[in-house]
Nanobody, 121 residues
Framework: QVQLVESGGGLVQPGGSLRLSCAASGTIFSLYTMGWYRQAPGKQRELVATISGGGSTNYAGSVKGRFAISRDDAKRSVFLQMNSLKPEDTAVYYC???????????????WGQGTQVTVSS
């Protein structure tokens, strides 16, 4: 059974910074693309950033230049450094990972439970 556990959310003032972490645990043969998504109240879940197994990154236009995604495969973890935060960044942030649990298995997407980020003065 695979689990993704996020941490690092909280309340921050506009212009501040937060670093989100997500650690994968369980039976994992290979980690592929990992990413962060967010969902604000009354809105659909949207992509924030992804990072491939080779390290290629992709960002939503609204966070480009302010957020940075990274990964540590030895720790089975993905991180999101969020700088210059704005009130519109307020949302529940979800970790996502494409994982193969054993050789020969099909890849599957897994989601974390989400962590709240609130940007407010």
């Amino acid at each position: 059974q695979v689990q993704l556990v996020e941490s690092g959310g909280g309340l921050v003032q506009p212009g501040g910074s937060l670093r989100l972490s997500c650690a994968a645990s369980g039976t994992i043969f290979s980690l592929y693309t990992m990413g962060w998504y967010r969902q604000a109240p009354g809105k659909q879940r949207e992509l924030v950033a992804t990072i491939s197994g080779g390290g290629s990154t992709n960002y939503a236009g609204s966070v480009k230049g302010r957020f940075a995604i990274s990964r540590d495969d030895a720790k089975r973890s993905v991180f999101l450094q969020m700088n210059s935060l704005k009130p519109e960044d307020t949302a529940v942030y979800y970790c996502n990972a494409n994982i193969r649990t054993y050789a020969g298995a099909l890849n599957r997407e897994y989601w974390g439970q989400g962590t709240q980020v609130t940007v407010s003065s």
